[in-house]
Each structure stands twice: as C-alpha cells, then as structure tokens.
C-alpha cells in the first residue's frame, strides 16, 4: 500500500512540475496566414482600397520601373504597381 501512495504521489508531482511550464511560440511575420480583412484587395484601385480600408496613414513612393507604391495602415502594408493593388504585409509586431 505504501508503494502504491508512493508512485501516485511521484507522479502527480511530476505532472504537476511539467504542467506549470509555458513556452512562448513565435510565427514569423511570412507564416502568419491570410486570415486579414486584407485578403480581398488584391487587383483592386487605389481608390477602391481606400472606400475598403480608410485612408493610409502614410504614403512611400513611387519608385521604380513599373512604380511600386506602398500604403501605410496601422497594422499591415498595402504595395501597388502603379495603380493597382498587389499584395499585403503584415507589420512585424515583436
């Protein structure tokens, strides 16, 4: 019986240690999924981003040939070529 008590209380210990641990997980920026309200404003206009979104809160561009275009909204950017919308990025938050 003793033996018993003992192996019960051991184990239950070692639960208890095991469980009290907490690691923390971080998902790079480029593997956070698509799960934004952005998703949908690839091939839109800028002017059709901007009814969707609001306006940005800042503007860097154009550069280049074609002109890339980059909209700044508080938690993710928006690039365009010229005029059209390509993709978002969410912004690294760490």
Do not use: C
């Not at 923390?24 to 999924?33: D, S």
């Not at 698509?34 to 154009?62: A, C, F, H, M, Y």
Request: hydrophobic share 35%; aromatic share 8%.
């Amino acid at each position: 019986m003793f033996s018993r008590l003992r192996i019960s209380l051991l184990t239950t210990a070692l639960i208890l240690a095991t469980g009290a641990s907490a690691d923390n997980l971080e998902v790079p920026v480029g593997a956070q999924g698509e799960n934004t309200r952005t998703e949908q404003v690839r091939g839109l206009k800028k002017d059709e981003v901007t009814s969707r979104l609001g306006d940005p809160i800042g503007i860097q561009g154009p550069v280049g040939d074609p002109a890339i275009t980059r909209w700044e909204y508080a938690d993710f950017y928006v690039y365009f070529e010229r005029n059209v919308a390509l993709h978002t990025v969410k912004k690294h938050r760490g």
